[in-house]
């Protein structure tokens, strides 16, 4: 009980910034005690704001207070050290790296467990006690420990910051009030704080309202998924199933053509064979008769010859002709032909079919389409090589070794006819089909056109129907001394920051077409909502002068 005592009695004459017995004790004008070399410190790190407070009531003082000695205090102080009585042991945690610290505390900091708004000052439980103790205090607005307070605290006045000013939107103190935010609307920081609350909930509620929208498409597309792996298997099966019994109809064919050779074969064959067995009977009997007349023009008797020689001269009439010719081939090279002509017809039918089916499953739309990229690393995900056919290439165009590059020559190349050619513009396109996502980047001179378009593009003929941006095959972007875009032969000026370099955005199922000027930044000049019913080609447009060039950049 004694002890007990003696703590609590250790407990009045500890300092409430060290927690330890008062050394040296001063008492300030408000009453409260602490050890001269820790309110010294205090009000050092206060010297700044040029008033010195209490840090347990807070209350002001300036100019800073003179500390004298407390003779009394100092004198009990030594009573209870000659006792043996040391300060009441508290049980604190001390401040680690991410709590917040006591800012009464000296020495190793304790951890702070409320901030007050007011005071803008953190407390631990030792140093907080007052603010549940002293009536004025007790008003005090007490939060969870923050490190931001002097967020709260003007820059400018050195006032916290209780007023919200509408006029400007920001929270100012009541001297910004009077001054440069004089007859702007006002109003207390907490009222706004009551209407943004509302805002807020309003906002959380949209926010809620749009991850149940959200969650619900993610369900429907999950079904998608499943309904578009169900009917890719079947499509699948079925396909497999049709081509199997395409393949044995093809071969059943095959079979039946075989057999229908080697049937005629076999009939020429023994047509042939007894014709020539006719021929051998007809050479032997030749052969007897020429030996009996033979024989007869040796005779001596010449009555004897003249009774014979009737008989033996008269040939019977040859049922063949004495010339044999051998029957044209032709119906076997018809089969070969005909055969050969349903294998074309088949290949075109399939080419055919083939391109309806590519053509089909690009332009299948889907419920949410993947957002355009926002920077180039996003649009490099997407990066094609792109590579120029040189039977489109017009006569004054010559292509690099790798045909990624092209320069423009007045002097004619005398390129080879060919029907995919441009005739009477300076045009040519890729190799490239471009479906799906794409990106390229084209290096250029003033003067060079950036295209697309459908291989079913005219070569030659009416001005419209074969120059990149007259028709509706085609989307040209071009850069003379002025950016202009042209399709369908109406054309828009663009206005943006020049650059030698041009990046196409293409997203072939969501009809976007994207033009961006890159250099350091990338800028967005101009965007193209459509619908492509067809693959696209990468194209470009050469006006001249004389060594105008355009590549498209190695990009991966």
């Known amino acids: 009980m004694a002890q007990q005592r003696n703590q609590l009695d250790s407990g009045k004459f500890s300092c409430c910034i060290c927690l330890d017995l008062l050394r040296d004790p001063v008492t300030i004008p408000c009453g409260h005690s602490y050890c001269k070399n820790c309110i010294k410190s205090f009000w050092d790190g206060e010297v700044q704001k040029g008033i010195h407070s209490c840090p347990q009531c807070r209350k002001m003082f300036a100019p800073r207070p003179a500390l004298e000695k407390n003779i009394i205090l100092a004198e009990l102080v030594e009573e209870l050290k000659k006792a043996g009585v040391q300060a009441a042991p508290a049980d604190h945690c001390y401040a680690g790296p991410e709590d917040v610290a006591c800012d009464v505390c000296t020495g190793r900091k304790l951890k702070a467990i409320k901030s007050c708004l007011v005071c803008l000052v953190s407390y631990c439980e030792k140093h907080l006690q007052p603010h549940y103790d002293v009536t004025r205090l007790k008003k005090h607005k007490l939060v969870d420990p923050s490190e931001k307070l002097q967020e709260n605290v003007c820059s400018r006045h050195d006032e916290v910051m209780k007023i919200f000013c509408r006029t400007d939107q920001q929270i100012i103190c009541y001297l910004c009030s009077m001054d440069e935010h004089k007859g702007h609307e006002t109003v207390p920081a907490e009222a706004e ?167 089909t499953v690009s332009e299948e739309d889907v419920s949410v389409s993947p957002e355009e990229p926002k920077n180039r690393a996003g649009m490099l995900r997407y990066a094609r090589k792109i590579t120029l056919d040189p039977n489109t290439a017009n006569t004054f165009l010559i292509l690099s070794q790798d045909n990624t590059k092209v320069t423009f020559q007045i002097c004619n190349k005398g390129y080879t006819q060919h029907p995919d050619r441009f005739i009477h513009v300076s045009q040519v396109l890729s190799i490239n089909e471009l479906t799906g996502r794409c990106y390229w980047e084209v290096e250029r001179s003033s003067g060079v056109g950036v295209a697309v378009a459908y291989k079913t593009i005219g070569r030659s003929g009416d001005f419209a129907a074969h120059v990149f941006g007259y028709n509706d095959k085609s989307w040209v972007f071009h850069w003379n001394t002025v950016f202009n875009f042209t399709h369908n032969s109406v054309s828009t000026s663009i206005s943006g920051p020049l650059s030698s370099r041009v990046g196409v955005y293409l997203d072939h199922r969501a009809g976007v077409l994207s033009f961006y000027s890159v250099s350091d930044t990338m800028t967005l000049l101009h965007r193209v909502q459509t619908t492509f019913t067809q693959p696209l080609h990468a194209g470009l447009f050469l006006s001249g002068p004389d060594g105008e060039t355009a590549e498209f950049c190695e990009l991966i």
Do not use: C, M
């Open 193 to 359: 704080r009551t209407e943004k609350q509302k805002e807020l909930e309003g906002s959380r509620q949209q926010i809620q309202q749009r991850i149940q929208g959200r969650e619900h498409d993610v369900k429907l597309l999950q079904q998608e998924v499943e309904a578009i792996d169900g009917f890719t298997d079947k499509a699948v099966e079925d396909s497999e199933r049709i081509f199997s019994e395409l393949i044995r109809l093809i071969q059943k064919r095959s079979s039946d053509v075989k057999q229908q050779l080697r049937s005629q074969q076999e009939a020429e064959v023994s047509r042939v064979r007894e014709l020539q067995g006719k021929l051998k009977q007809e050479i032997s009997e030749l052969k007897r008769k020429d030996t009996e007349l033979e024989q007869l023009s040796h005779t001596e008797d010449h009555s004897q010859f003249l009774h014979s020689y009737p008989s033996l001269s008269a040939l019977s009439e040859s049922t063949h002709s004495s010339s044999i010719k051998a029957r044209p081939l032709r119906y076997f090279e018809d089969v070969t032909a005909a055969v050969s002509e349903t294998r074309d017809k088949l290949q075109d039918i399939l080419r055919e079919q083939w391109t309806n089916v590519s053509l």
